[in-house]
């Protein structure tokens, strides 16, 4: 017991002392707040001193702050990649010294070899399962679906859609009608979605609304409400995160079906660095968390207790 006590403390200790610069995005949605808490925790376990960097979803803020890490000479950074493209030439100056990058939950056009890897959901078969539900859902019947898409230019705005549009676009029932961004917030989200309803004579036409993400989902809830609908009902609303609020919706049967997307991604890209770093292991290019659908049928209630407190 004493050997693996000693070896469980010294696999922990490989990352002690180690400094490692995060590049977040902001604090947009309940689950990006979710995220960082998570890596703060995970970070703690594992004796790092983190530096944190909050970017207010600007790309320009990430590139500089990535370059502070440079100039202070962490062991590796972390980012959280607000857009795919406009990387290239900071990673490569991350590359050129010989610093490792590991992409949190969003991908990058850039080649391969520019980062370590990335831990990511797969956020085409997201959308894919979101569509899924829905095409169960409606079993045959017209349904004219309103979309809400994340950031512009983001890889989940990206991949969502794809997953979600392909597979309704497979059906001869089920019509996205209107799609627009609403920058993954909930403010947005309902202001986008009073204009669809304004747009849709009232909402009368709309069967469901798709968002890329829980947050947008709950603007829209309010937009749908204000417009004398009932949200669940009149509407149907799936999205995607698993954050606890679109769980107290689905108790109270304004939402019908979120994608889970785990807050946890910092863990599996520490235990990616620990080995790469103490024992120069290469990691996979990718290391995909799993998507579990949730719907109303799934004690809300619970999953809703399970998550409060997770740093939501
Ligand atoms: C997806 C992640 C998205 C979340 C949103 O991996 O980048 O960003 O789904 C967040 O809540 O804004």
Redo the contacts with the bound molecule.
Sequence with gaps: AGLAALLSTAAHADLTGKVIGFSQIGS??G??AAETSVTKSEAEKRGIDLKFADAQQKQENQIKAIRGFIAQGVDAILV?PVVSTGWDEVLGEAKEANIPVVLL??GVDASADLYLTGV??D?VKEGAVAGKWLIDTVAGKDCSVVELE?TVG?S?AINRKKGFDDAVGATANIKVIRSQTGD?TRAKGKEVMEGFLKAEGGGKGICAVYA??D?MAVGAIQAIKDAGLKPGSDILVVS??GVPDIFSAMVAGEANATVE?TPNMAGPAFDALDAYLNGGTAPEKAIITESKLFTQADDPQGEYDRRKGLGY
């Design positions: 947009e949605s689950w990006r959280a939950d969003r990511a959901s956020q994340g983001s989940p993954f890329h993400n947050d995607i995160d997307l």
